[in-house]
């Protein structure tokens, strides 16, 4: 079936401040195959998780509010489902992983219970065959000893097998669409290659797709076909990992680029280096959000905002009014970008 499996359209999420109206999502549209694993991928308070949070019904009214836009996930949109249908959907078909397991699990309930009650709650199945779905979920995420693991509470786990418990749980109904949120950003550099390569080949097998949010460019080569960037509630550019990191069509995508300096130390794959701070989410500037920042911007980026278009490579879109002029293949930041880039890619 090519008919794309989520599909979202000028989706507007804002949220009732008192200094005013935050657009932590203003305006977004990307669609993802079945299968794909697409990166996203933006600095904090681009509108990341509020993106994973709209998907998943999560935002809480009345401060925050879906404002536009339609979430469309097998040819049905989000949007228009009751709170109950909602629910089979979420943990069933559509899944997430969080950053901090211990905000998802219940200290009080064992694994075992857990595990369960979202397999029973998602599939027609016995307690007890439920209970051999999450012996088997267990031993798919590599817990060893699973069967007697199931009785043991969340803080008898590590930080990383609460992570596997985590993916275990998140899997147990296959879901086509898993949403990682910066699944391993709590742990160290070992186990969370260990668990990027688990979710992996956990996702390959199962033709699983999976929304991977990260601050790290190292994961999302590794791990993605795709990437979106993200700054200040929109999408600035999106293309294949290849067109993403080796012909940038944004300079903000290029500059995150040219965070990644230190490949050979993968502590340092996170991006932060382009001067300068993201605009207030109240108070927007007029044309090109990243005008401020940019080294290139001229006087269309003052005044009208660029939207998603096509440029670069087949597929590849970005949202800069001067992408055809720019050859930012050929710029360097700090000298190694190019350099960087092969290197993460490789
Ligand atoms: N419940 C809320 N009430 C008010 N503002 C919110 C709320 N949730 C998110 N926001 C704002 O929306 C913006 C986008 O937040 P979001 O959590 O999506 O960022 P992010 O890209 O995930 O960042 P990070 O990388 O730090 O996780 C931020 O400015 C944030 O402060
Ligand atoms: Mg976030």
């Known amino acids: 079936m090519s008919e794309a499996l989520l599909k979202v359209e000028d989706l507007r999420t804002y949220f009732a401040t008192e200094e005013g109206v935050v657009r932590a999502v203003d305006g977004i549209s990307f669609e993802m195959r079945r299968g794909e694993r697409r990166g996203v991928v933006g600095e904090s308070g681009s509108g990341k998780s509020v993106t994973a949070m709209s998907i ?6 009345p401060a925050g509010d879906i404002v536009t836009g339609r979430i469309v996930f ?22 997430m992983i969080f950053q901090d397991p211990m905000t998802a699990l219940n200290p009080v309930y064992t694994i075992g219970d857990q595990l369960m009650e979202t397999i029973v709650l998602h599939q027609k199945v016995s307690k007890a065959e439920a209970r051999e779905i999450a012996i088997q979920a267990l031993r798919d995420v590599q817990i060893p000893n699973a069967e007697h693991r199931l009785n043991d509470y969340p803080h008898q ?8 418990v985590m993916i275990a749980m998140g899997l147990s109904c296959s879901p086509d669409l898993l949403i990682a949120d ?8 070992t186990t969370q290659a260990q668990i990027m390569d688990l979710m992996l080949h956990l996702a390959e097998d199962r033709g699983t797709a999976v929304m991977l949010i990260t601050h790290d460019l190292g994961v999302v080569a590794g791990f993605c076909d795709t990437v979106q960037v993200m700054y200040a509630g929109g999408i600035v550019e999106s293309g294949t990992i290849d067109d993403i990191y080796h012909n940038p069509q944004h300079p903000y995508t290029w500059g ?13 794959h996170r991006l932060h280096s382009i001067s300068g701070a993201p605009p207030s989410l109240i108070k927007l500037p ?8 940019c080294q290139f911007a001229t006087d269309i980026c003052r005044q009208v905002l660029p939207v998603l278009r096509p440029v670069g490579n087949a597929g590849q879109m970005a949202a800069c009014h001067r992408s055809e002029e720019l050859d930012l293949k050929a710029l360097s930041v700090d000298g190694e970008v190019g350099a960087a880039a092969s290197e993460v890619t490789s």
């Open 286 to 293: 007029e044309g090109c959000r990243f005008r401020p920042r």
């Open 56 to 61: 998943m019904g999560l935002i809480e009214p």
């Open 74 to 95: 097998d040819g049905q949109n989000l949007l228009e489902l009751s709170e109950d249908e909602m629910q089979s959907i979420r943990g069933g078909r559509i899944a």
């Open 256 to 268: 995150l680029l040219g965070s990644m300096t230190r490949l050979d130390d993968a502590t340092q």
């Open 182 to 189: 910066e699944p391993t950003t709590a742990l160290d550099v």
């Open 157 to 164: 786990f590590s930080g990383g097998m609460r992570q596997r």
